[in-house]
């Protein structure tokens, strides 16, 4: 594997239900984020990892809840999610977090919630 | 607050047509600009990063411009592999995140 993966790449879930979204990089990168896109909306900065410590989580519901168990991993695990959750779930790293370092996406999760 | 505003929304060109897409920002002062392609179902791909006015970078068909306000995607005789959406994004001089804009989707008819 190279670059960023992330699994699954297509997830159906009920509003109940608890599920995990897994990305992994394969670049050495020290930083990590979860982004979401909508369509014809711009990507919002969800969550962002430096050397495995959270450093930005950008207000949003403690429904999603990520997880970075060391520098190559980062989860987004997902409970009571509603209708307005469905969308691109992207994750990409960078080599640092504070520079103009660039980010290298994975091709994303798509989230249907019903 | 940082905004970044991509024009038009949807640019529909026959092959070997050029055309610019733009993007204006607004930033407290610009630490660097970052343009991506995004396929349908994919990730975005990293193109350019452009850090001062007058700067320029070619890449094939395209080549990025930037200015104190905003920042050109040139296509030059496009074809319809060049068919994708693609991402403007700043980030800010006192800040790291990205800020990015909608998106101008391009689609190359043969």
């Known amino acids: 594997e190279t670059g960023v993966t992330q699994t699954p790449r297509h997830l159906v879930m009920g509003m109940t239900n608890k599920k995990s979204l897994k990305c992994e990089q394969h670049?050495?990168?020290?930083?990590m984020y979860w982004y979401k896109q909508s369509a014809k909306k711009p990507l919002e900065l969800m969550f962002v990892?430096?050397?495995?410590?959270?450093?930005e989580n950008n207000s949003v519901p403690s429904r999603f809840s990520p997880e970075c168990p060391n520098s190559s991993h980062l989860f987004l695990h997902l409970h009571t999610l509603q209708p307005e959750d469905s969308a691109l779930y992207l994750c990409?790293?960078?080599?640092?977090?504070?520079?103009?370092?660039?980010?290298?996406f994975g091709p994303g999760t798509r989230l249907t919630v019903l | 607050e940082d905004q970044v505003t991509q024009s038009p929304e949807a640019l529909r060109l026959q092959e070997g047509e050029s055309s610019s897409l733009n993007c204006s920002y607004t930033?407290?002062?610009?630490?660097?600009l970052f343009w991506y392609r995004q396929d349908p179902g994919k990730g975005p791909e990293f193109l350019f990063t452009?850090?001062?006015a007058g700067e320029e970078k070619e890449k094939e068909r395209l080549k990025a411009t930037l200015t104190k306000k905003e920042s050109f995607l040139h296509i030059t005789a496009p074809k319809p592999e060049d068919s994708a959406t693609y991402l403007c994004?700043?980030?800010?001089?006192?800040?790291?995140?990205?800020?990015f804009g909608a998106g101008t989707t391009v689609t190359v008819r043969a």
């Open positions: 990892y430096s050397l495995e410590e959270r450093v």
């Open positions: 994004a700043v980030q800010a001089a006192n800040d790291y995140k990205l800020s």
């Open positions: 990409a790293s960078s080599p640092g977090y504070t520079s103009t370092d660039t980010q290298y």
């Open positions: 452009l850090y001062s």
């Open positions: 670049l050495g990168h020290n930083a």
């Open positions: 930033v407290s002062g610009l630490r660097g």
